[in-house]
């Protein structure tokens, strides 16, 4: 299974409902659910929409599925952001989101703009004949240029456009590296999450490695080493050993990771705000 847009627009105002209303109705997002609503579904949208952002939830790390019962229920990231953010309103909820669709190459085109495609400036037809000779040989050439076609539209017309890493003149476009460097914290998290998909049973991971490569750091940020290794001292100055630590010993800049998951540094970054928000009022 893929994520597909089905030609839809990431609306933020039903991801954000899909996180308030799932932990009260754990089958809000299957199909025989929407059937039985005699006066319509709380989501106040058609199945195919529905469908569409379940799967965009589940491919951008907030919704998983219970081992057990089969059921949705929201993942450890869902959850924080249920209650740190609800409304969305956050950049560095949007970087949590972009980093888990760059870093699974399930999402296809989503992913592919990122790792794969080439660095110059491109028309959205040029986009999406390369995205085709990337992926064609399992997507139908026809669901490929519709879902070109629906994500370059969600870097015009939803949040994501606002992480300024995709940019369009209204014509062309091309990666660039964001004119605000993401949060430490964000990075962070990208780094754990990358090394965890990438190398499950170790405890470290050497910066060349994260930056390096097809869905690398460098594809989710588009920054270089040096942003990078920059980042995650932030990051350590403001985590304990438990999540990260940078060293350089024999000249090989190296993370060794804790015992937390990236989750928990999401919840970090978002306490951490409401801490400063507090004390500077």
Partial sequence: MALA???????????????AELPKENGLLKENYFKDQLYGHVLGIGWNKIEFHRDFCRYAG?????????EFKLSPLGEIIRRHDPNLSDLATWWFIHTNLVLDKETNVYSALFCNLSHRTLSKEEIAVEINSLLGSNVSTAV???????????????????????????????RRKPSRTPDPYVIAYAALELHRRNKRH?????????????????????????????????????????????????????????????SDIAEKYYTSRKQFESSAS
């Fill in 5 to 19: 847009s089905q030609g839809f627009v990431v609306n933020k105002l039903t991801i954000s409902q899909i996180l």
């Fill in 202 to 262: 170790s405890t470290s991971s050497k910066i060349s490695e994260l930056i390096k490569g097809a869905n690398s750091l460098y594809c989710v940020f588009h920054i270089d080493e040096g942003d990078l290794k920059a980042g995650l001292r932030q990051a350590q100055s403001l985590l304990s050993s438990e999540f990260l630590a940078v060293s350089d010993t024999a000249g090989l800049d190296t993370v060794y990771f804790g015992n937390k998951q990236s």
């Fill in 144 to 174: 490929l240029k519709k879902d070109v076609d629906a994500i370059l539209r969600w870097f015009a017309d939803s949040p994501l456009g606002s992480l300024g890493t995709f940019v369009t003149d209204g014509k062309n476009w091309k």
């Fill in 62 to 70: 907030l919704i998983e599925t219970a081992k057990i019962s089969g």
